[in-house]
């Protein structure tokens, strides 16, 4: 837990690219799964993502309870769209296949066919996101937004936003223990009432040590004159590489390649069912 979502230091081939190359490739390959509902698309950037996780080296322990997390919204936002829409596949290709049942909650192959498409988002952008959050140092990150555009107000508060993640968690783990040893238990064996009381209290104190952290950096901050120039300079701004011209040209090549289907199948849906 004392590194989830934080940046892991590793020796790979997407640690070693630049913030802004990185981040220009996650906001294309980003814009480009959105923008289709081609499985076969999609089937090609959950695999593309996937091995940029397998590059990046991440250890499982660290986000695995992020990707459970994630499983667990999911299946809860499948179920949703077929409680809700159960026809709404149907709407789409224009033919019924059923498989189950009758009326409007009978199951069939169109809704089916787009629920798949909704969780290979998830399976595609989570990768994607990891790969990113995790392989970028705050601080180089925050140059690359600035470099593209962005206020390096916004890019150093979000800097600081992902900097702060790994020091939340470790207070947290902290505070848990020290409750723990006063005698408010959270563990499984604690009852429900119990546990609602050492919740409250173990937020309450994070809240509130939370809170007085942010005002010693801002604090800091306004003491060093934060601010007051229109432009700053940046002590990890990195030169661009064979490797970050490489990255930027495949997003490109993938998000053309999303556009081209677009244009081929006549909208956002590639339609196999006619």
Known sequence: MTDFLGYQERDSIIHRLNATSKLLAFLLLTV??????????????????????????????????????????????????YVFAPQYGVELYQTKTVLIGSGDYALTSQQLFYELLV??????????????LLTTQPSQLAAGLNRIGVSYKVAYAFSLTLRYLPTVQNEFQTTRKVQEARGFALGKKASLA??????????????????????????????????????????????????????????????????????????????PFV
Do not use: H
Request: charged fraction near 15%.
């Open 194 to 271: 119990k546990k609602v009381v050492a919740s409250t209290r173990l937020l309450l104190a994070l809240a509130f040590s939370t809170l007085e952290k942010v005002e010693t950096i801002s604090d800091a901050m306004a003491l060093r004159r934060f601010g007051k120039k229109k432009k700053r300079t940046w002590y990890y701004s990195q030169p661009w590489r064979v490797g970050d011209w490489f990255t930027l040209a495949v997003a490109i090549l993938l998000l053309l390649l999303a556009l081209f289907l677009v244009s081929v199948d006549g909208g956002r849906f590639w339609n």
């Open 119 to 132: 969780l290979l988002k998830y399976c595609f952008s989570v990768p994607l996101s990891l790969a990113f």
């Open 32 to 81: 480009a799964g959105i923008l289709s509902f081609d499985i076969r698309f999609l089937l090609l950037l959950t695999a593309f993502a996937g091995l940029l996780l397998v590059l990046s080296k991440i250890s499982w322990q660290s986000i695995r309870i992020l990707v459970y997390l994630t499983v667990v919204f999911a299946l809860l936002n499948l179920i949703l769209i």
